[in-house]
């Protein structure tokens, strides 16, 4: 059974430099080496793996750097693919809120580095997708029928509970706040060409669509941007398992979702990943056969189709 692991992280050193200069206790951050990338996938028999840059997210707590950082990791995003083309599939930064200098960067990635995708960032700064000051990133994006991940980062504010991390519910809520911006925004109307995937299945936004959907019913003055329903908005989207393959948040995101957007992603380095045997999912075993093949690899070719001539198919 073919595996393509849509969710997997690098960290330049350049990069990781400039965020450990920032705060140093970003020193900690596990090791992303495409070594242990490697490793990781022979371990546990992935073909191919779609790699993005690691959390805390581009610039993170150094934006008079954006367009140096995003040009750092995007060269260094654009030597990963061409050396491991079969492999891996890479996706590179904007250095938002810069419109001007990502628009050049969304050219220079696809048209001279040759990068499979982009990742954006829920919030940049407090300022989240959907801002209308980015549409014109989005019509670039769309024009060119891209392919973007959409990675949750730290919201704009201290956490309430401090002594819980953000990875354990205001990721999830990040990803929540960014769906329901672009949908009522009007950027997923007006951006249909967009392939839009979120991590950890869509945070809260699977449990919760049919309360999102309500606002035009509840507030209808908010709703004009999605004429469509958000509902059918949110099955446009592609939804990786990473850290959210269980039976319960499967069997919601397939009632919701085609099962031709849910892909398979572990987080590497950052999932808890099974200690003994070779498989990185194990709890995709509640799906029935057919399906756990297709999420396993089959989707995943939407997103980088040229993965489907790889060596190993």
Do not use: K
Not at 53 to 75: C, I, K, M, Q
Request: net charge negative.
């Amino acid at each position: 059974m073919q595996r393509v692991d849509v969710h997997t992280h690098f960290l330049p050193d350049d990069y990781r430099a400039a965020l450990v200069a920032v705060n140093p206790a970003l020193a900690r951050l596990p090791d992303c080496s495409t070594d242990a990338l490697l490793s990781m996938m022979e371990r546990f028999q992935i073909d191919a793996a779609i790699v993005s840059l690691s959390p805390p997210g581009v610039f993170h707590g150094a934006p008079g750097r954006a367009l140096e950082l995003a040009t750092t990791v995007n060269d260094y995003a654009s030597g990963l693919r061409r050396a491991h083309p079969d492999r891996f599939a890479t996706l590179g930064v904007l250095p938002l809120p810069d419109v001007a200098a990502s628009l050049d960067e969304i050219r220079r990635g696809r048209d001279e580095l040759d990068l499979d995708g982009f990742e954006l960032f829920t919030n940049v700064g407090g300022t989240y997708l959907g801002d209308p000051r980015w549409d014109p990133v989005l019509a670039e994006l769309d024009a060119r029928r891209a392919y973007v991940f959409v990675h949750p980062v730290s919201p704009p504010y201290p956490p309430p509970l401090v002594s819980y991390p953000d990875w354990l519910f205001e990721f999830p809520f990040e990803s929540t706040r960014a769906i329901v911006n672009l949908v009522y925004a009007g950027c997923f109307e007006r951006f249909p060409n967009i392939r839009f995937h979120f991590a950890h299945l869509g945070g809260a936004a699977v449990f919760l669509a049919h309360r999102i959907a309500s606002l035009a019913t509840r507030n209808p003055e908010l709703a004009a941007g999605a004429p469509a329903g958000a509902i059918s908005y949110l099955r446009t989207l592609y939804l990786d398992t990473a850290q959210a393959d269980s039976a319960v948040a499967l069997s919601a995101a397939l009632e919701l979702s085609p099962v031709h957007r849910i892909v398979f992603g572990t987080d590497w380095p950052y999932a808890a990943l099974p200690a003994e045997g070779s498989d990185p999912a194990p709890g995709l075993a509640t799906l029935d056969a057919p399906t756990r093949e297709r999420v396993l690899g089959v989707n995943a070719l939407a997103l980088v189709p040229r993965l489907a001539n790889a060596a190993w198919r």
